[in-house]
């Protein structure tokens, strides 16, 4: 039997990624893969009407990424086997569009009066075919030149503590969680080693028993180990004990953006069958 890889957390240009489905499906097919997960921020792309989809020989699922709160920790929530169709994460898109919109005409102001240039909401908004992000601003801020690179936008400017950052406005992640299993998916934790938590077995317990069903527990964190508030190999044993499903990506947002990582996690598909089944 041939071997099977998945990378279950990836961006399209439906929201701050640089390629288009087709596109980043080429370059998955090029690493080795056999199924892909397109997880956006806040929206599904209209390519993908149905669960999973199959495109250049792959299967392609249906996934989201929300920006969640985790009772007072701020996180992500993947979701993953979602039907487009269905009205409630038509609801809570709805609600993150305009969280989104409310945030970016502040960083937008908060660019114009910090960095003295000329910039408007509208600029934004042409950069981005989908869900608005910062990648978007951060892109405009180069074209502008107030910045030389899309990094240090991030990290003098717009990422979190930078001198135009704004936090966005995000539901509780009971009402994201429950979105999506309304919407015949299975909910997973992305990067959950960069989140702040203090008692992480605790934290494991809690949402667990709220009903999240996974967490990402592999991650291509080589870069950043400095920032983690949990080694991975701690985070997966612990995740195991309370009972989560394991899932895994590389959060690969395309070439020229600030994170081009596709290749960098082949997820055994046995993972992906066991998040398969638990959908039911």
Known sequence: ?????????LHTTASDGTQEITELVGRAAACGLSCIAITDHDTISPQLNHRTTRIGGLEVITGVELKVDFDGIRGELLGYFIDPGKQAINDLFQFMKRARETRMKEMVKRCREDLNIDIEMDEVRELAKGSLGRPHLAQLLVDKLAVSSLREAFDRHIGEGGTCYVPLKRPDFRTASAAI?????????????????????SFLIDVRGAGVDGIEAFYPYTKAAGRLSITPEH????????????????????PGSVKETLGSIKLPCHYVEKLRRACG
């Not at 009972?243 to 690969?252: E, H, K, P, V």
Request: glycine letters at 12%; proline letters at 4%; aromatic letters at 8%.
């Open 235 to 254: 985070l997966r044993e612990l995740a195991k004990q309370a009972g989560f499903l394991l899932s895994g990506g590389s959060d690969d947002h395309g």
């Open 181 to 201: 299993h309304n919407a015949g998916g299975i909910t997973s934790i992305p990067h959950p080693c960069f989140m702040h938590v203090e008692d992480w077995e």
């Open 1 to 9: 039997m041939d071997e099977c890889y998945a990378d279950l957390h």
